[in-house]
């Protein structure tokens, strides 16, 4: 039934796609073959692969020490409640904070280069794993912790066996959803900043009116994120199969 | 009773009057353009004299890219608009768009630390430019060509010339590819550390032109027309003394300071054809125009497949040449 009701939304995404390439919405809309065939000979030639790669360096480096500085800071937070207290007002104004109108500065302070973008994309990122493991060590159940207690656990034992657990699953979904949002600061950062990767390849087309290959090149995008996610996804499901 | 009439017949005849005879509502003009910048300027006093002079409302939309303003015209939401480099494949590609006139011929330089003294040193160094095919980064390649041996390293920075020129002064890049005013803001900040080492500004070339969405063309020849001899009118007025441009500008770049803005304009009046760019929009110098745009890659070779009249309308032009005579 799920797999039926995906096909028809596909099915249904596709057709409206054709219509508005065919209405035509907007100058040069391509249609879902044209797309596909600009996105083959994008493949072929090897300009995707090569932005890619540069692309993913970035959010490689960016993600990363979201994922590696932002975990740790979130646990912290939760642990030692006035460290949390405080932090917590700087992760609200970050996740608030207009990050593209920052871009010029970042371009300043880290110069030209794959750093800017991975600042950008940490940036894009790093708040929601940190808030997410906040939040995951503020609802472990509170009799767990009383009963380790009880049972005269040291502080080690009470992180390792009730905390960092409790808290996993909050951790991992705001892990998949912060690779969401590097993903867009990925391509934002591209674009604003100093297009290369596959910012490059989108403006480069978008400029020459070949939208065929500035949607191929979105797509792509797309199914490298969807492609991401996905893993991220089966390492969740194995990760927490102890809950089931 | 008849003190009520009255009054309501004067209210209905006020009324009338305020509003006009049917089909007199006043022409409107949307022009679309990037971010207004100094060299700009002209062409907004154009406006203002088409306003003035015609009665002609005109609205100016700023959009982010030179694409989106393509884009914009082509769809009919503005019927002008600034056309850069995007204008020329989006001719190929079918737009219905024409130039009409150009507005400028390149206003680029290139400007380079002082210890880089010749045009081979730029080989390796970074060099900051707009995008991979804005009109300064196309002007860049098609000088580059003739320069052999010589890659810069160049980066892209796409928030325009302030942010290209900050980047040099900070130290970012070795070399940055601008406009004139950008370069004038660095001697300016930074005396003696920077210098032109490559000037655009006599390339035979046009820069921007002015574009229209070409069924408005069809249905409204007569607007199109007023608005280029207002265009040639600014153009010459200020030529002859660009006082006149920062005095008719209205709000437009106010925050900028008169005696500034004056000599920033006094170094682009260069740049500002007087014949609304003929020259390079019908005969040989279209052809060498439109050649620059096929070695740059903004139109696909071979050259002799083009034809100006594929991406200028002149009708209006010569009118307006007939009549006001050509300098």
Avoid: C
């Amino acid at each position: 039934m799920i797999l039926a009701l995906r096909a028809a939304s596909v099915v249904a995404f596709l057709l409206l796609w054709e219509w508005a390439a065919r209405v035509p919405v907007s100058f040069n809309f391509p249609s879902p073959w044209a797309t596909l065939t600009a996105l083959a000979a994008l493949v072929r030639s090897g300009a995707l692969l090569d932005a890619s790669f540069t692309s993913l360096q970035s959010l490689v480096l960016g993600f990363g020490s979201a994922v590696v500085l932002g975990v740790p800071l979130g646990l912290v937070m939760g642990v030692v409640r006035p460290v949390g207290r405080v932090a917590r007002v700087y992760l609200d104004l970050l996740i608030a904070l207009p990050t593209a109108a920052l871009i010029p500065l970042v371009i300043l302070s880290f110069g030209i280069n794959v750093a800017s973008s991975a600042v950008i994309v940490f940036v894009f990122s790093a708040p929601f794993v940190t808030m997410n493991a906040y939040g995951g060590v503020r609802d472990v159940r509170p009799g767990l912790v009383e009963m380790a207690w009880a049972f005269d656990a040291s502080w080690g034992q009470l992180f390792t066996r009730i905390v960092l657990p409790g808290a996993l699953p909050m951790i991992l979904a705001g892990i998949r959803y912060a690779l969401s949002r590097a993903f867009v600061g990925l391509i934002v950062a591209e674009l604003l900043l100093s297009p290369f990767g596959l910012g490059r390849l989108i403006m480069a087309s978008r400029s020459m009116f070949e939208h065929d290959k500035m949607f191929a090149t979105v797509l792509w995008t797309l199914l490298l994120a969807g492609a991401a996610l996905a893993a991220l996804a089966r390492m969740e499901a194995r990760l927490l199969r102890w809950r089931s | 009773m008849t003190r009520y009439r009255t009054t309501l017949i004067l209210g209905w005849l006020a009324l009338g009057l305020i509003a006009g005879p049917p089909g007199a509502a006043a022409e409107e003009l949307t022009l679309l353009a990037t971010v207004t910048r100094v060299v700009n300027l002209p062409m907004i006093v154009g406006l203002r004299l088409l306003e003035r002079e015609d009665g002609i409302r005109v609205v100016v939309k700023d959009l982010r890219s030179p694409e989106a303003v393509m884009l914009g015209v082509i769809d009919g939401q503005g019927q002008v608009a600034t056309g850069f480099a995007p204008f020329y494949p989006a001719v190929e590609k079918g737009a219905p768009v024409r130039g009409v006139m150009e507005l400028s011929r390149p206003e680029f330089v290139v400007m380079a630390k002082t210890e880089i003294t010749s045009v081979k040193e730029l080989n390796g160094v970074r060099l900051a430019s707009h995008s991979p095919k804005a009109t300064v980064q196309s002007l860049l390649e098609f000088y580059l060509k003739s320069q052999p041996g010589v890659r810069p390293n160049v980066v892209f920075i796409p928030e325009g010339s302030p942010a290209r020129a900050e980047a040099l002064l900070r130290g970012a890049v070795d070399a940055a590819a601008f406009d004139l005013t950008a370069a004038q803001v660095v001697n300016e900040r930074a005396p003696g550390k920077f210098h032109i080492l490559v000037d655009f500004t006599d390339q035979p070339v046009s820069s921007s032109s002015l574009v229209v969405n070409a069924e408005f063309a069809r249905k409204k020849p007569e607007v199109v027309q007023k608005l280029v001899r207002r265009m040639l009118e600014s153009y010459r007025q200020g030529a002859r003394d660009p006082r006149f441009w920062v005095r008719e500008r209205g709000q437009t770049l106010k925050e900028i300071d008169d005696g500034k803005l004056e000599g920033q304009l006094r170094a682009l009046v260069k740049i500002f054809d007087l014949n609304g760019g003929l020259d390079r929009m019908r005969g040989p110098g279209a052809i060498e125009n439109l050649g620059f745009q096929v070695a740059t890659g903004n139109l696909s070779g071979p050259l002799t497949k083009w034809k100006p009249e594929a991406f200028f309308d002149l009708a209006p032009l010569d009118a307006v040449l007939k009549d006001l005579g050509q300098r």
